[in-house]
């Protein structure tokens, strides 16, 4: 069975951080950020501005391009590693924000940034599986990244951003979908926070992850199309997770297929983690870029390490 995405919707705080902005403060410049990377700017949560506020607004915004509200809602499963509280979960906070039924479950998942898939996997496993009251689901990404940024670490600190993105969906025969997650465990190329870390900072060794990320996504984008008996040929967009613009060059280049086949708004919000694919959706969909027929493959990857792909039809 497949799975139709009946509306998205995304949130940023108030705060734009350019690089300029962050060149104040940290010993960088605009030059090398954009240079290596393709990040321009990025948003940070202000003083009171919540995770769970801005999956909220991510999750109206969503509800209503579905033409659904929250008493339709059956499920919420949201992806974060950057939640306000270690417990309740992001999504009982959404769920309270947005008054969906008690009769939806509501619980997180944590994937970094493979999250956004590995909550939409969750979510069909659950609406194909599970005697929910309701067979629409709410599939929430969202992170405040920055507040686990050591900005001392100049060279992890500028990569990151803060904002959510919210899909709304049911299965559908209609709209083929195939999906492959994998993880492996190594904490210590990239990890953050937690009662037992020592720490509260997100730790990194970019030039491994750059390598891990660009040997997985291929190899996942292969994974999943194979699944579908589809080539790339046949896929009208890719949108990967918006980590690193040099990370999706050196894919394409790997892959051979034209640069505008691979979206890319990172220049716009840095990496927001669990946040970037359905912030990506969502700008698809608003600028009539995403038409129905179309075929897409999202491809997450991140700390774990875990990744992941998704063909999903619109
Ligand atoms: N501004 C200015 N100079 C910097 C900065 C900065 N922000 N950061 C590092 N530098 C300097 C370093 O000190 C070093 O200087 P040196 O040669 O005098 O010692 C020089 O720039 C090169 O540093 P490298 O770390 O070797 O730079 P590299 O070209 O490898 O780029 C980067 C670093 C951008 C982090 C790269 O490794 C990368 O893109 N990795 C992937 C990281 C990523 O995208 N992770 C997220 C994916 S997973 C997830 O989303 C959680």
């Known amino acids: 069975m497949g799975l139709q995405i009946l509306g998205t919707g995304r949130a940023v705080p108030s705060r734009c951080v350019t690089n300029d902005d962050l060149a104040k403060t940290v010993d960088t410049s605009d030059e090398w950020i954009a240079t290596r990377t393709g990040i321009r700017q990025r948003y940070f949560c202000a003083e009171g501005e919540t995770v769970a506020a801005l999956s909220a607004e991510a999750a109206r915004l969503a509800l209503a391009r579905a033409g659904l509200s929250a008493a339709d809602v059956g499920l919420c499963v949201a992806a974060t590693f950057t939640a306000d509280h270690a417990t309740p979960s992001l999504a009982c906070e959404a769920h309270a924000l947005l008054g969906l039924p008690e009769s939806a479950p509501a619980f997180d998942v944590n994937a970094a940034c493979t999250g956004f898939l590995t909550a939409l996997e969750t979510a069909r496993c659950f609406l194909a599986a599970s005697h929910l009251a309701s067979p629409v689901a709410l599939v929430i990404g969202a992170e405040a990244v920055s507040r686990v940024l050591d900005f001392a670490d100049r060279s992890t600190c500028v990569l990151f951003g803060d904002g959510a993105g919210a899909a709304v969906v049911r299965l559908s025969d209609a709209h083929p979908y195939a999906c492959r997650l994998g993880a492996r465990g190594d904490v210590k190329l990239l990890h953050a926070g937690g009662a037992g870390s020592g720490d509260r900072f997100l730790h990194m060794d970019g030039r491994e992850v750059f390598r891990f990320a660009t040997d997985i996504i291929p190899r996942t984008i292969h994974a999943v199309l194979g699944d579908a008996g589809l080539s790339l040929d046949d896929v009208d967009l890719v949108v990967c997770h918006q980590a690193n613009g040099r990370i999706i060059d050196h894919v394409v280049k790997k ?23 359905p912030l990506a959706l969502d700008e698809l969909f608003e600028t009539g870029t995403l038409r129905p027929g179309m075929r897409v493959v999202c491809v997450g990857f991140g700390a774990g390490l875990t990744w992941g792909g998704a063909l999903v039809t619109i």
């Open 255 to 277: 892959l051979g297929v034209p640069a505008g086949k691979f979206y890319k708004n990172m220049q716009r919000y840095a990496n927001t983690s669990a946040a970037s694919i």
